[in-house]
């Protein structure tokens, strides 16, 4: 099982961008999808989940900007983020719990690096 994230990059504050994230492989069903982020020298921190039924969760820091959202047909869990400020600069890390036959495990994507210049 892997998780490929993509569409990261360079923006203004106040720009928007759109991350996604595919996880492939044997999968018989995914539960948690979400997306992390690590500055340097911080430690890594949520940014938003979303559960197979659609619940949503957000940091306090980043609610009312950004969007989770997931296609389960393609196995694909989306961040759309608006407002985009500096502070928001970050790797982010895409984050899913995958059920491969008759056991679960938490898988992480590779990082796509996000600047937001001021």
């Known amino acids: 099982v892997q998780l490929q994230a993509s569409g990261g990059g360079l923006v203004q504050a106040g720009g928007s961008l759109r991350l996604a994230c595919s996880a492939s492989?044997?999968?018989?069903?995914?539960?948690?999808m979400g997306w992390y982020r690590q500055a340097p020298g911080k430690q890594r921190e949520l940014v938003a989940t979303?559960?197979?039924?659609?619940?949503?969760n957000y940091a306090d820091s980043v609610k009312g900007r950004f969007t989770i959202s997931r296609d389960n047909a393609k196995n694909t869990v989306y961040l759309e983020m608006n407002s985009l400020k500096s502070e928001d600069s970050s790797i982010y890390y895409c984050?899913?719990?995958?059920?491969?036959?008759?056991?679960?495990?938490?898988?992480w994507g590779q990082g796509t690096l996000v600047t937001v210049s001021s």
């Open positions: 984050n899913a719990y995958i059920r491969v036959l008759f056991r679960s495990n938490e898988y």
């Open positions: 492989g044997r999968i018989s069903s995914i539960n948690v």
């Open positions: 979303i559960s197979g039924d659609g619940t949503t």
